[in-house]
């Protein structure tokens, strides 16, 4: 047992994370007979895997029988602008459909078709329906499913403790972290053979974005801090759909399944626009009316959907489009209107989260009203580099899966993609970390002298009289990042966000916050800020050498896709260790894609 001055446990296997993919991680690991602790900043069942609603993407072929694997990896490969860790991609696709079936077994209950099977909706960039569902509860549906599972096999849960750094032994490997209690301010020492960081995505440091407080990107930073690599930060997903109007719904997320069960988008004009973005195809503008463009495409576009559901990207950018052009929403945005096409009862019986939600937060009557939408921080496609097979980062002990994790999605994520990827790889990642446990290699210590660093730097807003407030530091770097690396980006405004980041650096180094350690939301900002300035820099520094637009990156100095960049990742490390060390940027060479596979891609374009 160490010898720590705090709180402290051992596990075989540690979890930060309780979303997904964290929770799925633990099965896996409790299930060969590890033991598995989970740690979580908020509380079990909070996790942001409750806000993706849509439904899960998995080619079980229940609705379309051509349906299969092939297709859902070439859909995903081309969805991602071919930035995607192709072997993920590939495993994604062919195991999807056995992790929902086996979430069918645990007592999840999705939605049926009139036969019995599992239903699958529309959603964007997937060629077929392909997405099992909850109504539009899916996420919630996996988290109670999962969590009830990990509960009923005995794995322990620590609740609203805040993550502080990992913790090496003397030979490198990761050994566990420091964190403390966000009730009490005590602070608390994990010691493990294995960590997985498991601990989503990195929103907040956004204006405009669906994510909650929670996503400050605490597990791509402290990867990074680790020794671990960063790659694809500078692909951020702008969701088209979140609400702009009214303020008390700002940000909140309008799921997919709104345009996939018949939704679409007008400009203030009326105009049903998406039509006008479907290259050298129909124009809605040709056509005598509404109902003849929608009979036109269904007859021409070859099994396509609606252009309502081209990928993520692209709508955004349509939608920014109409904007900048003057034809915008009072507020900024567009209109999504489901209520002109689909019945009351449609929409209560498909959609009832969202038609619940806008009646009660926003006065919003979905079924006879349109939503005022606009593009929104929703996914960060970039994170911490991983073996496709196993989770497994570059420094030993370290795994990571779901939004922390990159490769999967390349330069832009399908919307459905992400619950699946969530149980497909923490499924590997908790197999990864066991294997590895098992193999005799793990730490052998616990290095107390970066315990020791990790507090003394956290309690230190508490030693200044007079220092920056948090929360006037985080605004201001939220609205400076939605300034500068937004959804489109330039050269100059790069530049600028990338100087300011300096700026904002020496801010967090004078950080004060006054009172006691005991759930005070100020310094809990505080110790979240490093982080969210970790995330900011590597995402401007991936944006800033990318030059040209492809998926989730868009450059308006560099409008198009360069062949060249097509070929490498970026990858960002850390030369110190430390929140504040410098971050240096490599070009890391995509891997070749096996023949078979590049003939998939090659069809049916």
């Known amino acids: 047992m160490t010898d720590s001055p705090y709180e402290h446990h051992q596990y075989d296997v540690l979890i930060i994370g309780a979303g997904g993919a964290g929770l799925r991680a633990a099965i896996e690991a409790k299930q060969r007979g590890l033991k598995v602790g989970i740690i979580t900043k908020s509380l079990l069942g909070k996790a942001h895997t409750v806000m993706a609603e849509g439904g899960m993407a998995a080619a079980m072929g229940n609705v379309y029988s051509e349906d299969n694997w092939m297709v859902h990896f070439r859909d995903t490969m081309r969805g991602g602008k071919m930035l995607n860790n192709y072997r993920m991609a590939e495993l994604h696709a062919k195991e999807a459909p056995d992790r929902v079936w086996e979430l069918e077994q645990w007592g999840a209950l999705f939605d049926r078709t009139t036969d019995g099977k599992i239903l699958q909706r529309d959603f964007g960039g997937h060629r077929y329906a392909r997405l099992a569902h909850v109504g539009d509860r899916t996420g919630l549906e996996l988290i109670r499913t999962l969590q009830q599972k990990v509960v009923s096999m005995g794995t322990d849960v620590f609740m609203e403790c805040k993550v502080l750094k990992l913790v090496h032994d003397d030979d490198g490997r990761v050994a566990g972290c420091v964190a403390y209690w966000r009730p009490s301010g005590e602070f608390v020492t994990f010691e493990a053979k294995a960590v997985i960081i498991a601990t989503g995505g990195a929103g907040k440091s956004w204006k405009f974005t669906s994510n909650s407080w929670e996503g400050t990107g605490d597990g791509h930073a402290m990867a990074l801090w680790a020794g671990a690599q960063l790659i694809d930060m500078e692909c951020i997903q702008f969701h088209p759909t979140g609400m702009v109007w009214p303020l008390s719904v700002r940000g909140l997320l309008v799921t997919e399944g709104v345009r996939g069960d018949g939704g679409v988008l007008r400009n203030s004009e009326g105009q049903r626009f998406m039509f006008n973005y479907v290259a050298d195809m129909f124009r809605a503008e040709t056509a005598d009316s509404e109902d003849e463009a929608d009979k036109w495409y269904d007859d021409h576009s070859a099994g396509r959907r609606p252009p309502e559901l081209l990928p993520r990207d692209e709508v955004a950018r349509a939608i920014n489009t109409e904007v900048k052009a003057g034809r915008g929403s009072p507020h900024g945005g567009v209109f999504l209107d489901i209520g002109s096409r689909r019945s009351a009862e449609f929409i209560r019986r498909r959609l009832p ?52 994790a990159g490769g999967m999605h390349g330069a832009n994520r399908l919307g459905g993609n992400s619950l699946s990827d969530l149980i497909v790889f923490g499924k590997r990642a908790g197999e990864g970390a066991a294997a590895y446990v098992e193999s005799g290699e793990a730490a052998r210590g616990f290095n107390m002298g970066e315990v020791d660093e990790a507090v003394r730097e956290a309690l230190e807003p508490f030693e200044r009289e007079h220092g920056e407030n948090p929360y006037d530091v985080q605004r ?72 040209e637009s492809r998926g989730g990156h868009t450059r308006d100095d560099f409008p198009k896709a360069d062949p060249e960049f097509g070929k490498f990742n970026l990858a960002h490390s850390s030369n110190g260790g430390n929140w504040d060390s410098p971050i240096t940027t490599d070009r890391a060479p995509l891997l070749a894609i096996p023949e078979e596979l590049k003939a998939l891609l090659e069809e049916a374009k």
């Not at 009660?360 to 097979?389: F, N």
């Not at 570059?394 to 922390?404: Q, T, Y």
């Not at 916050?513 to 100020?522: E, F, L, Q």
């Open 476 to 547: 201001d770097l939220q609205e400076m990042m939605q300034a500068n690396v937004g959804i489109i980006r330039t050269g100059s405004e790069l530049d600028n966000a990338l100087v300011q980041l300096d700026g904002f650096t020496e801010r967090v180094k004078n950080l004060a916050v006054k009172g006691g350690r005991a759930y005070n939301p100020g310094w809990n900002l505080a110790t979240d800020l490093p982080s969210m300035l970790t995330v900011s820099r590597t995402t401007a520094l991936g944006a800033s050498d990318r030059k």
């Open 353 to 404: 989260s969202m038609y619940h939600q806008f009646m009660e937060l926003a006065g919003v009557d979905i079924t006879t009203e349109s939503m005022e939408i606009g593009p929104t921080c929703h996914y960060i496609m970039g994170g911490v580099k991983v073996d496709a097979e196993t989770a497994a980062t570059r420094v030993a002990g370290l795994f990571a899966a779901g939004e922390a």
